[in-house]
């Protein structure tokens, strides 16, 4: 059992209430598991705004839901730090190899569950564009909570240099993640697995959950399939491999788990595609579910009812906190009956 308060390397750093909209377009010509650069499979930061692209600014004191956010959800983006500080569950930095024997090595956030279970399933959460952010860790909190073995990894841990527990610049991390390949993605991630399954208290089995570019990295991941133990993904306003308008095909039909897709409506292009995607997987018999919340974000999740700044908007904040109220317990539920836990 774990009990003990979280190991604070704190990183107090920006986290965002704007969209980050970064997806993934794969060639006619080529296989999406073969790009070798970010250019070859990853032409999404043209799609982005201004908007999108500022680093983000967070108030820790504006707060709707109590200093902590919300019970039975993941801490917004003011409420993150809180969250963290006062979080009863053991927690730790971690530095683990990339690959099984290689020199270097990548940073991760992992979140032990306070449980009677001798072993608990993993949860790998993949961040946004912003990098592993305070935010993020949060949310690995929040999925410790519901009694899953939750990391973190930070997907930039080579592109900044080395493994580091200091948080990065928001504007920092999305100059950054322009240089982590597709391959460099899946690689990190199946890293992270493969760690926390090795934990004495760990059970070999894991789902991954991602947010913005980590919601396209949890459809790339589904694609390449993992490794023995991967059991469902959660992308939440991410978009498959596209061709144009339509996802891609081929990608899709290498899928194996079950994938769920959550997305804010005013996210006009993922809700644009998302229909496409629901008829491709549907017709290939893949064990999927879609949903498009009406009046929310893109970033929905991380916003919550956070005070919209510098103009309020409380039907767009009581929107993206209608949107988490649903959202989390549906990956809840999706990651307990996929890893098992009742």
Same mark, same amino acid.
């Given at each position: %059992? $774990? ?5 604070? %390397?704190?990183? $107090? ?5 704007? /969209? ?7 060639? =006619? ?17 043209? +799609? ?7 680093? @983000?600014?967070v108030n820790p004191g504006a707060t709707r839901g109590g200093r902590q956010g919300h019970p039975g959800l993941p801490a917004s983006a003011n409420a993150a730090a809180a969250r963290i500080d006062a979080s009863p569950r053991h927690a730790e930095w971690v530095k683990i190899a990339w690959e099984p024997g290689s020199q270097d090595s990548l940073m991760a956030w992992v979140v032990y569950p306070v449980t009677a279970r001798a072993h608990s399933p993993v949860v790998v959460v993949v961040h946004e564009i912003f990098g592993l952010s305070t935010w993020v860790r949060a949310v690995a909190d929040q999925?410790?909570?519901?009694? $899953?073995? !939750? ?7 080579? /592109?900044? *240099? ?10 920092? /991390? ?11 993605? =899946? ?9 926390? %399954? ?17 919601? /396209? ?14 059991? *469902? *993904? ?7 491999? +596209? ?8 990608? #899709? ?7 769920? #897709? #959550?997305?804010? !409506? ?22 999927? $579910?879609?949903? =498009? ?9 991380? !916003? ?18 209608? !949107?988490?109220?649903?959202?989390? @317990? ?8 996929? #890893? *098992?836990?009742?």
């Amino acid at each position: %059992m $774990f009990a003990s308060r979280p190991c604070r %390397m704190a990183a $107090f750093a920006a986290l965002a209430l704007s /969209a980050c909209t970064l997806q993934h377009r794969v060639p =006619n010509s080529a296989s999406p598991l073969q790009s070798a650069s970010p250019a070859a499979g990853d032409n999404h930061m043209a +799609m982005m705004s201004a908007a999108e692209m500022a680093a @983000p600014v967070v108030n820790p004191g504006a707060t709707r839901g109590g200093r902590q956010g919300h019970p039975g959800l993941p801490a917004s983006a003011n409420a993150a730090a809180a969250r963290i500080d006062a979080s009863p569950r053991h927690a730790e930095w971690v530095k683990i190899a990339w690959e099984p024997g290689s020199q270097d090595s990548l940073m991760a956030w992992v979140v032990y569950p306070v449980t009677a279970r001798a072993h608990s399933p993993v949860v790998v959460v993949v961040h946004e564009i912003f990098g592993l952010s305070t935010w993020v860790r949060a949310v690995a909190d929040q999925a410790a909570a519901e009694g $899953f073995i !939750a990391i973190a990894p930070d997907l930039l841990s080579r /592109a900044r *240099g080395g493994p580091s527990a200091d948080e990065l610049k928001a504007d920092s /991390a999305v100059k950054l993640i322009r240089g982590v390949s597709n391959a460099e993605k =899946n690689m990190g991630v199946t890293a992270a697995a493969r760690y926390a %399954m090795s934990l004495p208290s760990a059970e070999p089995k894991y789902a991954v959950i991602g947010f913005c570019w980590g919601g /396209a990295t949890t459809w790339q991941y589904a694609t390449n399939e993992g490794i023995p133990g991967f059991s *469902g *993904g959660v992308a939440y306003y991410g978009l498959p491999y +596209m061709n144009g308008a339509v996802p891609n095909a081929d990608s #899709l039909a290498k899928i194996r788990v079950p994938v769920m #897709l #959550l997305s804010g !409506a005013k996210d006009a292009r993922i809700g644009a595609a998302m229909p496409a995607v629901d008829s491709a997987m549907h017709a290939m018999g893949k064990d999927y $579910f879609g949903r =498009n919340y009406p009046g929310a974000i893109h970033g929905f999740m991380r !916003a919550q009812d956070d005070p919209v700044q510098p103009q309020r908007n409380p039907e767009q904040e009581q929107a993206n906190l209608e !949107a988490a109220k649903d959202a989390w @317990p549906r990956t809840v539920a999706f990651l307990k009956l996929h #890893l *098992g836990i009742q």
